[in-house]
């Protein structure tokens, strides 16, 4: 089993910066495919941004030039900075990872969610 822990959430003022990070451990042997949802009240759960194995990345149009996913050497962890934030930011992160144990089974990990609140 694959665990996702996510922190960096918070409360900020519009046109603020916040960085979220999600950490994940277990027995893996691949992760194909690293992202970042967002689910806002009485909205559906939306990609957010994404990143592959093989480092590319593909962002929601909301967010483009705004937010950057990036993720570390280990490649086990992964970060979404977000600057210029709006009200409409305001939602549930949750991360999200794909791959393969190292029993060679497939998994596919959420993080607890964080919540970010941007204030107008």
Known sequence: ???????????????GSLRLSCAASGRIFRISDMG???QAPGKQRELVADITSGGSANYADSVKGRFTISR??????????MNSLK??????YYCNM???TSFLR???????????????
Do not use: H, M, N, P
């Open 1 to 15: 089993q694959v665990q996702l822990v996510e922190s960096g959430g918070g409360l900020v003022q519009a046109g």
């Open 36 to 38: 970042w949802y967002r």
């Open 72 to 81: 570390d050497g280990t490649k086990t962890t992964i970060y979404l900075q």
């Open 87 to 92: 009200a409409e930011d305001t939602a549930v």
């Open 98 to 100: 794909r791959g393969a």
């Open 106 to 120: 497939d998994f596919d990990s959420w993080g607890q969610g964080t919540q970010v609140t941007v204030s107008s």
